[in-house]
């Protein structure tokens, strides 16, 4: 029983460390504290409902359409919300205030168009592989390997690639970056549409399972900030492990207590860290601002 | 206090959602009147800010928010989790109205109204009082350049954890006046949406002075009102005006930072 939970707690954690990742590609390197996030990974399974279920295209079609329509907002949040006011100079708070702003209008517009209740993709009981006691659901199976190809492209992209090169870049000094005639504006859109492809596909592999309603984004965004703290902010490697860790620990606790309880560990997991090793499992010293 | 040192806490609900649940226990499974009532509440709720005010406290920035968001949920969780206590979600039901001075009893509309309305005149002048003071320019320092503070002796961490307290203990009264009147409470009106809500009525108004937040609560009170009267069908109204909501926070934060009459730009 407890390796089934554990296994349970595991695919969920990969979830969440992609997730995690994805909000991380915008904070590592812009340090633009992305709440508005929250609703990209909301949004993405509300389309594929759209596409799939309401208008009867293809699964893998939908989530494809779902997950560029994402790409596009977030990028549009870039242009249109953060851009102005870095142009501004105004503070990363009244980003992020910006960002609950449009947070509470995205999940209050998606309310009116959906309405409040939980929608689901797929009703059909998914067939499950046996290993031995151990049962996995074929949705569990390809939230799995989708979400660990995911991220294990995204590792071999970062070391390999110019793009990769680039966001480390970034994460490390984006001043510098700016006097080695990198086009700083433009190549954060590339970064915005990445990190809007993580949630996307993260919202729907999650919705695929379990439905959604228009209040999903919060508590998955706090799970991968978390994860993200717990790893450590400025790596990338980080938030794997952290999303993991806050999987299994959920898991546990659903195994020894019961699944109310699971966001009270959690967030005291999370405040134990920023206490005693803010800077999480694996990063170093925070840089200043 | 957002606009006086500079803190963005998200955690305003969780001291709210305290200094209601406390009120509650008080008046109904103690069965105690106004003022001891009053006062445990906002005692217990201090305690309380206390201690998150020297964890949360010593970290800065995004980190300092998490903290609170954090503690947030953790209190939420509990409220709605420890049945034994708080009664779950379900709530706690008909809670007595509170008795002043063990005979006249504060019922009905007019009664409250008098009753935050003295603590709204008091919590205004006290506010008032503080700004003035040597404390409220320690506070304003803090705010603007916490460096130089430092450099002139200033304990930036105590100054910090009192007016973090200071402003719990209203979020307590708060909690005090709504248990007491609505008689019923259950831990969704404590949650994370809750302290979003009253983070952006202090940010529309804006901070830095007594006007902001007065103005940031009438403008929040006052939008369902209004709604009301364009007559949309309550379905959509709620919809509606979180939509508002969002979208004057995103369009002040563009054009107007420092909020409606506000004088600190963020």
Request: glycine share 8%; aromatic share 12%.
């Amino acid at each position: 029983m407890l390796t089934q939970f554990l296994i349970n707690g595991f695919i969920n954690g990969a979830i969440y460390a992609m997730v995690a990742l994805g909000f991380a590609i915008v904070y590592n390197t812009t340090r633009i504290f992305h709440i508005a996030f929250a609703i990209l990974y909301m949004i993405a399974p509300y389309l594929v409902y759209s596409f799939y279920s309401q208008a009867g295209y293809p699964l893998v079609l939908s989530s494809v359409a779902a997950i560029v329509c994402i790409v596009l907002i977030s990028v549009l949040i870039e242009l249109i919300i953060y851009r102005p006011l870095i142009k501004k100079k105004s503070s990363l708070n009244v980003i992020m205030i910006s960002s609950i702003g449009l947070m509470i209008v995205g999940i209050n517009v998606i309310a009116l168009i959906y309405g409040n209740d939980t929608k689901i993709l797929s009703s059909s009981i998914s067939n499950t592989i046996s290993l031995g006691n151990i049962i996995i659901t074929y949705k569990q199976f390809t939230q799995l390997v989708i979400s660990t190809l995911a991220i294990s492209g995204f590792m071999v992209f970062l070391k390999y690639s110019k793009f990769g090169i680039k966001t480390r870049a970034m994460r490390d000094n984006v001043t510098l970056c700016n006097v080695f005639a990198l086009n700083v504006p433009k190549f954060r859109l590339s970064l915005y549409a990445l990190s809007g492809a993580f949630a996307a596909i993260g919202g729907i592999l999650i919705s695929l399972d379990v439905g959604m309603d228009p209040y999903i984004g919060m508590p998955m965004f706090l799970n991968a900030v978390v994860a993200l703290i717990i790893g450590g902010i400025g790596k990338f490697h980080a938030p794997l492990f952290g999303g993991i860790f806050i999987g299994l620990l959920q898991s546990l606790v659903v195994w020894k207590f019961s699944a109310n309880w699971q966001d009270l560990m959690t967030f005291s997991i999370l405040i134990i860290f920023l206490i005693f090793r803010p800077q999480g499992l694996f990063g170093e010293k925070q840089r200043l601002v | 206090m957002v606009g006086l040192s500079n803190l963005l806490s998200i955690g305003q609900a969780a001291f709210y959602g305290i200094g209601a649940y406390v009120t509650a226990l008080a008046l109904k499974t103690l069965g105690l009147s106004f003022f001891p009532s009053v006062i445990l509440a906002i005692v217990i709720t201090l305690l309380f800010a206390i201690i998150v005010g020297y964890i949360s406290l010593k970290m800065e920035g995004d980190y300092f928010i998490l903290a609170t968001l954090g503690i947030q949920i953790i209190v939420f969780t509990i409220l709605n989790n420890w049945i034994a206590v708080t009664m779950g979600p379900y709530g706690i039901p008909g809670i007595p109205s509170p008795k002043l001075f063990g005979y006249i009893e504060i019922k009905g509309i007019e009664s409250f109204l008098m009753v935050s309305t003295a603590f709204s005149a008091i919590t205004i002048f006290f506010f008032h009082r503080l700004i003035k003071s040597p404390f409220g320019r320690d506070l304003k320092g803090l705010r603007d350049d916490s460096i130089s503070m430092i450099a002139l002796g200033k304990n930036i961490t105590k100054l910090k954890i009192q007016s973090f307290v200071i402003s719990s203990s209203f979020a307590a009264i708060s909690g005090f006046i709504y248990a007491s009147y609505i008689s019923y409470i259950d831990p969704t009106s404590y949650n994370l949406d809750e302290s979003i809500f009253i983070i952006s009525a202090v940010l529309i108004g804006g901070t830095g002075n007594i006007k902001g937040p007065i103005i940031g609560a009438i403008f929040v009170v006052a939008l369902p009102e209004l709604l009301r009267f364009v007559g949309l069908p309550d379905s959509i109204a709620a919809n509606m005006r979180m939509i508002i909501y969002g979208l004057t926070l995103v369009i002040i934060m563009r054009y107007r930072s420092q909020g409606l009459a506000g004088v600190y730009k963020f």
